[in-house]
Nanobody, 132 residues
């Protein structure tokens, strides 16, 4: 299995920035995709962004429409770490952010899983609060 530990959450004013990190350990070589999801109080868990981990499609990304142009997902394979740079934050971005790993072997191509059911390992979550 893969263990995930997030860091970098906090309180920020609207328009500010935060950078989330997620470090993977264990069978990190089995990761196909790393993703970020978020869950606000009273709402369902929501896909935010994901990145294919390795192979010729490694680096392919997908984003929630409402974060495109503001959030950037990136990876450091050597450190088994994925990042989420969040700029121009809005109060509606307030949520607990979860890192997730997809361990299903995937053929080459640009497909990036966006459904939480497609992810096998989850971090404990980190709180992001954006004040207006």
């Amino acid at each position: 299995q893969v263990q995930l530990v997030e860091s970098g959450g906090g309180l920020v004013q609207a328009g500010g920035s935060l950078r989330l990190s997620c470090a993977a350990s264990g069978r990190a070589f089995s990761i196909s995709t790393m993703g970020w999801f978020r869950q606000a109080p009273g709402k369902e868990r929501e896909f935010v962004a994901a990145i294919r981990w390795s192979g010729w499609s490694g680096g392919s990304t997908s984003y929630l429409d409402s974060v495109k142009g503001r959030f950037t997902i990136s990876r450091d394979n050597a450190q088994s770490t994925v990042y989420l740079q969040m700029n121009s934050l809005k109060p509606e971005d307030t949520a607990v952010y979860f890192c997730a790993a997809d361990l299903t072997p995937r053929a080459g191509g640009y497909y990036v899983p966006r459904n939480f059911n497609q992810y096998d390992s989850w971090g404990q979550g980190t709180q992001v609060t954006v004040s207006s």
